[in-house]
């Protein structure tokens, strides 16, 4: 199985400042004939569903701020969240889907300082 | 408004089985796959089964492969997890999520619990 390693596995970040999660692929997950990076993120908040945020590694979801962005390719991957609000503390998935069976990062855990 | 609602779990003995539903609405339920995703307590999202729209293609994570079936019905716009030999390993939050490759749209979850 393709196996997904996120790092860190939680950090806290101030309000207003940036976080930074990065995920790493055990095999390529581009695709050249279509251009396309199957990675999608997902944020978990306690209680709730999964909610997605990107996928095909950039994309954003429709009615997601545009504080959030994904980035990279193949292999390596980011989220970045630009400017933290209180709202965006929870766990953050990523989460490949080119290579049967999916697979999912271990998750970051994000705190507010 | 797209939602996926699912019901069946429970608390079951190790052997045990239980089937789980999940019944969509919103949506054109026959366009598109679906799969079930778990979480263990305390534990990350695991990718368990999904299924495409005429049921001909399917795939399982392989701790599950050979004791778990998924299953649907598109009349009744319904995906099925039918869960045999349960182990303790299976208790988990069980969700149903629209699969358009990636999931994009995921119900509150059945809570599946394996225990003597």
């Known amino acids: 199985d393709t196996v997904m390693i996120q790092s860190p596995d939680s950090l806290a970040v101030s309000l207003g400042e940036r976080a930074t999660i990065n995920c790493k692929s055990s095999q390529s997950v581009f695709v050249h004939s279509n251009n396309r990076n199957y990675l999608a993120w997902y944020q978990h908040k306690p209680g709730q569903p999964p909610k997605l945020l990107i996928y095909w590694a950039s994309t954003r979801e429709s009615g997601v701020p545009d504080r959030f962005s994904g980035s990279g390719s193949g292999t390596d991957f980011t989220l970045t969240i630009s400017s933290l609000q209180a709202e965006d503390a929870a766990v953050y998935y990523c989460h490949q889907y080119l290579i049967v069976p999916h697979t999912f990062g271990q998750g970051t855990r994000l705190e507010i300082k | 408004e797209v939602q996926v609602v699912e019901s069946g779990g429970g608390l079951v003995q190790p052997g045990g089985s239980l089937r789980l539903s999940c019944v969509a609405s919103g949506f054109d339920f026959s366009g598109y796959w679906m799969t079930w995703v778990r979480q263990a307590p305390g534990k990350g999202l695991e990718f368990v089964a999904n299924?495409?729209?005429?049921?001909?293609?399917?795939h399982y994570v392989g701790s599950v492969e050979g004791r778990f079936t998924i299953s649907r019905d598109n009349a009744k716009k319904s995906v099925y997890l039918q869960m045999n030999n349960l182990r303790t390993d299976d208790t988990a939050l069980y969700y149903c999520?629209?699969?358009?490759?990636?999931?994009?749209?995921w119900g509150q979850g059945t809570l599946v619990t394996v225990s003597s």
């Open positions: 299924i495409n729209q005429d049921g001909s293609d399917i």
């Open positions: 999520a629209r699969d358009s490759a990636y999931f994009d749209s």
